[in-house]
Structures are given as C-alpha cells and as structure tokens.
C-alpha cells in the first residue's frame, strides 16, 4: 500500500525542548515537503528538498531543521528556537521538482507544546 | 513573491446548490495552478489542476475549474453540491519556473443535506 506516513499524530513537547516529527514515504519520490497549517492561514513551507542529500529553506524555515539522509525519509525536527510551534504539520512528496508534479501528502502530525 | 487569495472563507450551502469557490494569485508569469481537498479526517489530495492548453479543466468528483488568465483567477466550480463534498478546499499556485507551491487559506464547505 503505497503512501506517505506520518508519525505520531499527535506530539506534546515541553517549552525548550528539541522534537522530531517523521516522514516516511514509499512511492519511489525524488522530491519531499514539510508545510505548517495554520487556521486562517493555509500551508506554508518549512523546507522542502528535491533530492537525497539537499533541501533548501521554504518560507518559514526559522527555527526548524531538517535532513535528507535517504530518498524515502525527510525528518522535521522542530527547535526551542521556534517560537510558536504549535500546529499542525503536513509532509508531502512528488515524483520530482518539475513544477507540474502533483503533490501526494501525508495525513499530518498535531504538536502541542504545554 | 507569490500568493494565493481564497476569498470565500466560510461556505454553507444546501445540497444540489451549484457551487464557486475564488481563487486568486499573483505572479505575472506562467503558473501552474492545482486545486486540493481534505475531506474531515483524511489527507489532502488532488482535485483538478491546469498546466496549458484548455482553460477549463475537469477533476474528479465533478469539479471543474476555469483559468482566466488575464483576471489571474482560477475558480473552482461544481454544478450540483452534495452532502459528500463537505471539506476545505485549497487553491495552490506554483510558478513554471519555480519550486515552491503556494496555498492560499483555504475555504471550509458545508453541505446542508
């Protein structure tokens, strides 16, 4: 069954800790995606990369890292240096970064931080 | 940079009401455009979306949207709405040339039954 997971769905994480949303995918994508949602305001781009060993800074990349170690895994971790993190995120994956590619997406990770 | 205006925040209609959704960008060079679902509780996924050629472009479900590129508008319509098609809505924007897509804020539908 060939798709995009997303794991947990819901993460709590303590004010000044480090956390690490997974992203895992299995359709053979070259390109990968993290996107935050926020109410009123659609999904923006955290990072994305368009192949194994790069990725480059989407809109809101402050206070986010990430890496690309392997084609089918593409790790978020949210730092302390992020000053509101809580929200919803989104992984998404295409076949390559031809802008015509549709994008398939995972079905979210819930962070919270108390 | 670009972006996307979604300017039906809140959509209520009753079922077999036909149905438009707005969508503007603003980019003046050649776009791809994409229209996304996510139906409660399940991921987002692909509607329709247009690259070149016939403005008017068909996806699943029924929807169809139109490309008016001198207004920079991509509208997403649908004749006869139903009780199924309850879900938010996004219109996405991504330049020719580019690598970022861009989404506007989405519209939340509810269908009446």
């Known amino acids: 069954d060939g798709g995009i997971t997303q794991s947990p769905k819901y993460l709590f994480r303590k004010e000044g800790q480090n956390v690490t949303l997974s992203c895992e995918q299995n359709l053979n994508h070259d390109a990968m995606y993290w996107y935050r949602q926020d109410p009123g305001q659609g999904l923006r781009l955290i990072y994305y990369?368009?192949?194994?060993?790069?990725?480059q800074k989407g809109d809101i990349a402050e206070g986010y890292s990430v890496s690309r170690e392997k084609k089918e895994s593409f790790p978020l971790t949210v730092t302390s240096a992020q000053k509101n993190p809580t929200a919803f995120y989104l992984c998404?994956?295409?076949?390559?970064?031809?802008?015509?590619?549709?994008?398939?997406f995972g079905p979210g990770t819930r962070l919270l931080v108390l | 940079a670009q972006s996307v205006s979604q300017h039906n925040h809140h959509v209520i209609l009753s079922e077999a009401a036909s149905l438009e959704l707005g969508c503007n960008y603003s980019y003046g060079g050649t776009v791809n455009l994409f229209w996304y679902v996510q139906y409660p509780g399940q991921h987002l996924q692909l509607l329709l979306k247009?690259?070149?050629?016939?403005?008017l472009v068909k996806g699943i479900k029924g929807f169809e949207a139109e490309f008016i590129k001198s207004k920079f508008s991509f509208n997403l319509r649908k004749p006869s709405v139903q009780w199924s098609d309850t879900a938010e809505y996004f219109c996405?924007?991504?330049?020719?040339?580019?690598?970022?897509?861009?989404f506007g804020t989405g519209t939340s539908l509810t269908v009446i039954p």
């Open positions: 998404a994956s295409s076949i390559g970064p031809d802008s015509r590619e549709t994008q398939y």
């Open positions: 247009y690259f070149s050629g016939d403005p």
């Open positions: 996405a924007v991504r330049a020719n040339t580019g690598n970022q897509f861009y």
């Open positions: 990369s368009q192949i194994v060993n790069d990725f």
